[in-house]
């Protein structure tokens, strides 16, 4: 798996929605990035999530802006009057995640933008699979871009690597969040979903991507090197992946407690 690189040449504002304070940039590239600083929140862990789940969700066929590692050089932002946002800047030297900046993007509004029930219910599967906590009516989490349908913040995503215990029983975990997701109701063909998408996620595709996490991101765990963290998040996607029906069974319960 080939992820580019750039360096950071412009702070243009900062993004002032949920706690992880993600800022527009510029790069060496000449494009404009969402920054998801590995300073901030989680740290490590939040662009970890962030770059499994967006990479996961393009591998099963949704639309995601590019991701891209960004380099944060220790001089970029000296300039920076905000102490928060200068702070940010320092605990993030190194490389951080970008993704492509939709120019003219709007977010996902349920109330007038509808998709069909075959999309919902692999949305559903998608976030499923990856724990993910966050595409809510509160945060859908979606934009749509030249009508279509794209996929962003998977930050949230992943929540074991918080606080591992047992990772082949947390690998197995039903996920009754799923109750709260955007698309639950529209969630009618969640086993033709797995049918579908489960196939693509092959454990060659998993161990691509883990080995495609950048080293310098694996060094929560002090008791890890980052090759063990990359086999705890290969071993977590290949057994949730093979024990789907417990998480496509939650998704049952929830939407007949729905309905």
């Not at 001089?75 to 200068?86: L, M």
């Not at 009508?147 to 690998?171: C, M, N, P, V």
């Not at 709260?180 to 489960?198: P, R």
């Not at 691509?208 to 008791?223: A, F, G």
């Amino acid at each position: 798996m080939e992820i580019r690189s750039s360096n950071l040449t412009r702070y243009i504002l900062p993004l002032r929605e949920g706690g992880s304070l993600p800022a527009l940039v510029e790069a060496a590239d000449g494009f404009k990035y969402v920054l998801k600083f590995k300073g901030s929140g989680h740290k490590e862990k939040s662009v970890i999530a962030e770059f499994l789940g967006g990479e996961i969700a393009r591998q099963l066929g949704f639309k995601v802006p590019e991701l891209v590692f960004l380099h944060l050089d220790e001089a970029f932002g000296r300039t920076e009057g905000d102490e928060e946002i200068q702070d940010l800047l320092k605990w993030s030297q190194g490389l951080n995640l970008g993704v492509h900046f939709l120019s003219g993007a709007i977010n996902y509004d349920p109330n007038v933008m509808k998709i069909d029930e075959a999309t919902a219910s692999k949305i559903v599967w998608l976030d499923a699979f990856m724990t993910n906590v966050d595409r809510t009516a509160k945060n859908t989490n979606m934009l749509m871009w030249h009508h279509e349908l794209w996929l962003i913040d998977h930050g949230s995503s992943f929540y074991f690597h918080h606080h591992i215990t047992d990772l082949e029983k947390q690998a197995q975990t039903p996920f009754s969040y799923i109750k709260d997701h955007i698309f639950l109701a529209q969630c009618t063909q969640i086993e033709k979903a797995d049918q579908a998408l489960k196939p693509l996620l092959t454990n060659g595709f998993i161990e691509d991507l883990v080995q495609t996490i950048p080293e310098e991101w694996l060094v929560w765990d002090p008791d890890k090197s980052p090759d063990d963290l990359r086999a705890v998040y290969a071993r977590f996607m290949q057994v949730r992946r093979d024990a789907s029906d417990l998480f496509i069974k939650e998704i049952q319960h929830a939407r007949a407690h729905l309905i």
